[in-house]
């Protein structure tokens, strides 16, 4: 059973710690044009009032860091993604999670940052593992790496944890500290592949005992295609944590979702004296009341 490590990201104004020991870090998803028209269309049009307003409602609503990914097919995307992280640099102080595929921009993402980010995302494929390693070094970052390599997504935990043994390995040999990787088991729909849960919960036991790292996770993904997702979405959410995911990536708007992560940290012992689960019930009792009057 490895020890649990503690991942340090950063703001320019604030420092927070990743870890099992702690509260349960949401990392808020919504700053992605992926599947979101509406921001899509924004970002093509050079608006970025959708991603200020975004920013600072996912923090209102628990969001201790934010996702930001700036990938519009066709556009420019180191120029675009700086834009829009210096769109959330400036409206909020949270740590930030900065998602692209292109090594470019993240080093253009990575100059502008203020703070240590967590790069989302590296994986097992040598390309991915010779291109981002070197710039998460070179900023001193923190990195997601995925659990797939260069024959896809393995079907079995034990082949996913192979991959975050290799990830690992490859980035403490540049010199990344094992504590600066966190690992995504990834979690697939299970709209697709009713196992798909199954194998990310068992991948996130697996990980954790072998090389006690944090754990994310895009944990809506897992209800792609279903009705209801966001009973789906709560209930896994909530298993993944006992299981060990540290950091999930999900809508902290859903109300579901974040009442689950609060309830898995209380159920954990992570709460002292329920203070923090207590403090949200008063503010979903105020909102109602606001909402009503
Ligand atoms: N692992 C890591 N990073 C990731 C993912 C992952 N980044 C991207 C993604 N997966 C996580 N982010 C999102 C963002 C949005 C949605 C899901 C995952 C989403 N969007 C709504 C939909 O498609 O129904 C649109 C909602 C809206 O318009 O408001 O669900 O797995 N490391």
């Known amino acids: ?106 080093a253009a993402a990575l100059g502008l940052y203020k703070g240590k980010a967590l790069v989302n995302s590296c994986n097992g494929e040598e390309r991915s593992l010779s291109a981002v390693l070197p710039v998460v070094k070179e900023y001193g970052a923190a990195v997601i790496g995925l659990c797939m390599d260069d024959d896809g997504i393995p079907e079995t935990p034990e082949k996913r944890l192979a991959v975050a043994g290799k990830i690992i390995e490859r980035a403490g040999k540049m010199g990344i500290p094992v504590e600066d990787i966190v690992i995504d088991p990834l979690a697939l729909t299970m709209g697709a592949d009713s196992h798909a849960g199954r194998v990310a919960l068992q991948t996130i036991e697996l990980v954790v005992k072998e090389f006690g790292v944090n754990i994310t996770m895009g944990a809506s993904n897992i209800s792609f295609g279903m009705p209801d997702r966001a009973y789906i979405n709560s209930a896994f959410i909530a298993m993944a944590i006992y299981a060990g995911m540290t950091c999930p ?44 009057s």
Request: aromatic share 2%.
């Open 1 to 106: 059973m490895a020890k649990n490590l503690t991942t340090v990201v950063s703001s320019a104004t604030r420092t927070l710690e990743i870890s099992r020991d702690k509260l349960t870090v949401i990392i808020g998803e919504r700053i992605n044009p992926t599947g979101r028209k509406k921001m899509l269309a924004a970002l093509q049009a050079g608006d970025f009032k959708v991603v200020r307003t975004d920013a600072l409602t996912q923090v209102a609503a628990g969001a201790a860091m934010l996702d930001v990914n700036a990938g519009v097919p066709g556009a420019d995307e180191p120029a675009l993604l700086k834009q829009v992280l210096q769109t959330v640099m400036d409206v909020t102080d949270v740590p930030l999670c900065i998602d692209t595929a292109d090594p470019q921009a993240l």
């Open 249 to 292: 990536i999900t809508n902290p708007l859903v109300t579901e979702v974040v009442t689950a992560v609060l309830a898995a940290d209380l159920s954990l012992g992570r709460d002292d004296y329920g203070m923090r689960w207590i403090k949200a019930y008063r503010k979903r009792q105020k909102a109602l009341k606001e909402a009503a």
